[in-house]
């Protein structure tokens, strides 16, 4: 008999999003781009355009932060 195990379901999700806006134009420099096409925090957290919320920022209520709930990107 397998072991069971318990799995948790939540109503809200977090979206992440890259540094740079994708481009479909593909290019050598546009392919090699981490900071286009990975949301990984370590890469991205000293590219200039990459934002963290502060304390005052509303997290249900972000629009331009590199994570974001998707309640904020739904509505």
């Given amino acids: 008999m397998a072991d ?7 109503d809200e999700g ?3 999003f890259c540094a740079e806006d994708y481009s479909d134009n593909f290019s050598a ?29 509303d997290i249900f209520d972000i629009n331009d932060c590199h994570k974001r709930t998707l309640t904020s990107i739904y509505i």
């Fill in 4 to 10: 069971s195990f318990i799995v948790y379901l939540h």
């Fill in 14 to 16: 977090i979206a992440r």
């Fill in 29 to 57: 420099k546009n392919f090699k781009n981490n900071y286009m096409h990975l949301t990984n925090y370590t890469l991205n957290k000293d590219h200039p355009n990459f934002k963290l919320p502060d304390d005052s920022t």
